[in-house]
């Protein structure tokens, strides 16, 4: 692996933390960021940037991304400076991104035209994850590909699960949003009625934590409702956006998501509120507010 | 402790392993059971039968129920030939029950009356949880009553927290249920979407289970849902009883829970396809029937 060359596109919350551990992996790594800024500490770290994404695939064998939405996906792998027109045969794309798995599957044909591989690698564990590369990642995709770029990847999450076939980890990311924020609003639910009995939610979730009920979302979730500390954590705006995604599909699919759908609703009304920017703990004070 | 005389009443599929546990711990144990042959193996432990809950109440220091439903527990405590009559003061009885929070209180009062201390503490960990004594035990009730059973409660669970006063146990165990059921649904959900995209849900549970999706309910019956085992486990139909009994307060407290509400749809639909006593984990077939 260490004659590889890497490319990474995106240095956000997420994409900084990953580019730095491929770096101090001992790995040379050039970057592309729309924003200039955002690659500088990369580059104090001993990444080189450069011009474009074409410019970028033309250098690399491995390229990283990690940006928002399936347009932005589409827009740097095969937009006008996309890396579709620089990448060599052989290379593998692996897309950390969380869009929607027709998006992947789309960008898997075209990127197999010009004899390249794509990935769909959805990550799950949020900025401390990615920090202490202790990611979940599910990958959709090839699993020659995947066998080329694990131990890659091992340097970016401590799980790593072929999920299926182009759009599978996609798919796998979907279930892992669907029921990650039913399990907040469950959460946030649990609180109200203690709170409506007069009863302390601490001990509540305490004993909860050891019993059936016990997962992640309690524990830290939970631990912020206890607190009341709603300040962003994960903005619920981005697991709003994850829900529109799916339940976009879901429709389409004829699949019914009966407990998502009101999750979803809940997402709604706390964009309406404004409250967007904060964590997805606020829906709590969705089902407390006059 | 050791001096110390215990009764129990309630010997079935939690109740029983729950008194095998004191049994063992070395304490004398005295039993009385509706059903005579529930309490043979406890007698085959050492344990004695007393002809009625108010006969075995005048010979304990502390009382353990663990029954079905509020009528049950008002029943061997405060009916005709109840507990009441029997007790001494100063006893303690500790309800493992699951019933109503008003319903705790209420006992709490009358067994007051007679000097009798009552501790509301229903348990999460189910029949696995009470053989190997890892319960968590949620307690409702006064301090001081819970400090004199503690270390007889250590012997029943590994996580025993003191909720708040009289009812605030039950309270607990109402919020545990209903988090553990709606991420039940929503498993089902996460496996009905990925079957709908042709991706299996096995790998997918897998990848979510290392994220932050993961708890023990994906654990558990997301594990029956990828190997489609909906034998029971917990049968559906104790998880839409305690269904009833939280919806219903939360009604009386005006507590809005959109996420439990459809929850107990989808288990009054699971009841009505006549699969109450399958697991839970049949909330998915719910999604698939035709």
Redesign the interface.
């Known amino acids: 692996m260490s004659g590889m060359k890497l490319g990474f596109i995106g240095l956000g919350v997420m994409g900084r933390p990953m580019a730095e551990n491929l770096l101090r992996a001992g790995h040379e790594l050039l970057v592309w960021a729309r924003r200039a800024e955002s690659a500088q500490p990369l580059l104090d770290l001993g990444a080189r940037v450069l011009p474009s994404p074409e410019a970028l695939a033309r250098e690399v064998d491995v390229l990283f991304v990690v940006v928002t939405a399936s347009a932005d996906v589409e827009q740097v792998l095969l937009g006008a400076q996309g890396a579709l027109h620089g990448l060599r045969p052989g290379a593998v794309v692996v897309d950390h991104s969380t869009i929607a798995?027709a998006a992947a599957r789309r960008i898997a044909a075209a990127l197999a035209r010009c004899g390249a591989d794509f990935l769909d690698a959805p990550?799950?564990?949020?900025g401390v994850?990615a920090a202490n590369a202790t990611?979940?990642?599910?990958v959709g995709g090839e699993a020659a590909a995947l066998a080329r770029v694990r131990p890659l990847l091992e340097k970016l999450g401590?799980?790593i699960?072929?999920?299926?076939p182009s759009?599978?980890g996609q798919?796998?990311k979907?279930?892992?949003?669907?029921?990650?924020v039913?399990?907040i609003?469950?959460?946030a639910?649990?609180?109200?009625?203690?709170?409506?009995?007069g009863?302390?939610?601490g001990?509540?979730r305490?004993?909860?934590?050891?019993?059936?009920?016990?997962?992640?979302?309690?524990d830290?979730f939970g631990g912020r409702m206890a607190r009341r500390d709603f300040a962003a954590g994960v903005e619920a705006r981005l697991h709003h956006k994850d829900y529109a995604l799916?339940m976009d599909?879901?429709a389409r699919?004829?699949?019914?998501?009966?407990?998502?759908?009101?999750?979803w609703?809940?997402l709604n009304g706390l964009m309406a509120r404004g409250w967007g920017r904060d964590d997805s703990a606020g829906l709590l004070r969705l089902?407390e507010a006059p």
């Open positions: 798995p990550v799950s564990g949020g994850g990611l979940s990642i599910m401590k799980t699960v072929h999920v299926g759009g599978a798919v796998a979907a279930c892992n949003q669907m029921v990650m039913a399990a609003q469950a959460c639910e649990a609180a109200r009625l203690a709170d409506a009995h009863v302390d939610f001990p509540v305490e004993a909860m934590l050891a019993g059936s009920a016990g997962s992640r979302v309690l830290v799916f599909e879901a699919l004829g699949a019914p998501l009966p407990v998502a759908a009101q999750v609703q809940q089902l």
